[in-house]
């Protein structure tokens, strides 16, 4: 009997044990597992945190992004490029329902299935041009394909206008530069000899120089004025008082053509304004109504006041030979001429181009706006407006 008690209390003992050695290993594991759900739980945030300043970050970029599973269907579509490709949400579409066909097409296919990592390509969709990069992203039957879209048409056109502007510089810089070569090879020892001959070879070689002296101004002006190192410093100053002292030295000029030159300009009028800057607009304009005014002409400087008195409108009026309508849109342009046989009569050295895009730069410096009106074999006027100082 003793024999059976002492066995009982035995596996008594053993199960007490057994339980307690039970119930450390399941509060172990609820420890382990609570631990795991905290750690999943910090998992969770962090990819919910990185998943949320990803499409912030893909929100705010410049480029337009466009994420594309294994099957070239669109997954994601950032403001950029729903603006870029014109769709208002495009996911769940393939990418040639919403951007532009095979070109696209065929770099996402060289992404997706001919293993390429990174390939970027320049497509050009009607008067806008793109660059395309596509990564890939993803492995195996997951693989998929980033899509970033930037529009370069901007960039282009500077390009373009930085390929124009130094080929312009070069074609002006030829031309008196070859006048001057061909000019000094004339002075030979026999030319020497005959006064009247070097007096006029000289003065013609004095007014090319001329000519490189004022383009090179004048493009050291434009310079100065595009990056705004030449900053515009406003007063308040008698608009009669800026067309006539910008007119003296044109009025000769006018003379010898016959060319009637009238004013009219309230005596009181005043303008905001940098007095040396408008002057040379006042200049440039005049000057070019002047060439383009054949003899007997009239030009016609006037000023009003606009917009119930705030600003003051200037118009410089000719009746020269005006401008084709087509030219019209291009006549600020750096170096841009119309009609280059007809841009000087006999004798008169030809303009450097560059005239009324400064005009233009200083104008609006000023706040105001400038623009022309002309009709082939009428005439032009041209107009600008400047802040009143009243």
Same mark, same amino acid.
């Given at each position: ?43 969770? %945030?962090?990819?919910? @945190? $990185?998943?949320?300043? +990803?499409?912030?970050? *893909?929100? !705010?970029?410049? #480029?337009?992004?466009?994420? &594309? ?122 030319? %020497?000899?005959?006064? @009247? $001959?070097?007096?006029? +070879?000289?003065?013609? *070689?004095? !007014?090319?120089? #001329?000519?490189?002296?004022? &383009? ?126 007809? @841009? ?47």
């Amino acid at each position: 009997m003793e024999f059976l008690v002492g066995a009982a209390v035995i596996v008594i003992v053993a199960l007490l044990f057994w339980l307690w050695r039970f119930k450390r290993r399941m509060d172990a594991q609820a420890v382990a597992l609570k631990e795991a759900e905290a750690r999943a739980a910090a998992l969770e %945030l962090e990819r919910a @945190t $990185l998943q949320e300043q +990803l499409t912030a970050l *893909m929100q !705010a970029s410049t #480029d337009g992004i466009v994420r &594309l599973d294994e099957n070239s269907k669109v997954v994601y579509v950032n403001e950029t490029a729903r603006a870029l490709l014109g769709v208002e949400d495009g996911k769940g579409s393939t990418l040639r329902q919403i951007a532009w066909g095979y070109d696209l097409d065929s770099l996402v296919n060289q992404v997706l299935s001919e293993g390429s990592e990174r390939l970027s390509q320049t497509i050009v969709q009607g008067d806008r041009a793109f660059q395309v990069r596509a990564v890939a992203i993803g492995k195996g039957n997951q693989r998929g394909a980033l899509l970033a879209l930037t529009e370069v048409t901007e960039l282009q056109r500077l390009g373009r206008a930085r390929r124009e502007f130094v080929a312009n510089i070069s074609h002006e810089l030829r031309t008196p530069v070859t006048s001057l070569q061909l000019l000094a090879d004339t002075l030979t020892d026999q030319v %020497l000899n005959d006064k @009247t $001959l070097v007096k006029d +070879l000289l003065d013609k *070689m004095r !007014a090319q120089v #001329d000519l490189l002296k004022q &383009l090179t101004d004048e493009l050291m002006d434009l310079a100065l004025i595009e990056s705004g190192q030449a900053p515009i410093r406003l007063v308040s100053v008698f608009a009669a008082d800026l067309v006539n002292e910008a007119l003296v030295p044109l009025r000769p000029q006018a003379e010898r053509k016959e060319i009637a030159l009238e004013v009219h300009v309230p005596p009181d009028m005043e303008v905001l304004a940098d007095p040396q800057a408008i002057r040379k607009v006042i200049s440039n304009l005049t000057h070019n109504a002047v060439k383009f005014t054949p003899n007997g002409g009239r030009i016609t400087v006037r000023a009003t006041w606009c917009n119930d008195g705030r600003d003051v409108q200037f118009a410089i009026q000719d009746t020269g030979i005006g401008i084709p309508e087509q030219d019209l849109p291009r006549i600020f342009e750096r170096f841009y001429k119309v009609d280059r046989a007809r @841009t000087r009569t006999q004798g008169e050295l030809r303009g450097t181009g560059l005239g009324l895009a400064i005009s233009k730069h200083i104008v609006e410096a000023h706040g105001g706006s400038i623009w022309v009106e002309s009709a082939q074999g009428k005439g032009s006027t041209f107009y600008f407006t400047l802040p009143s100082g009243e």
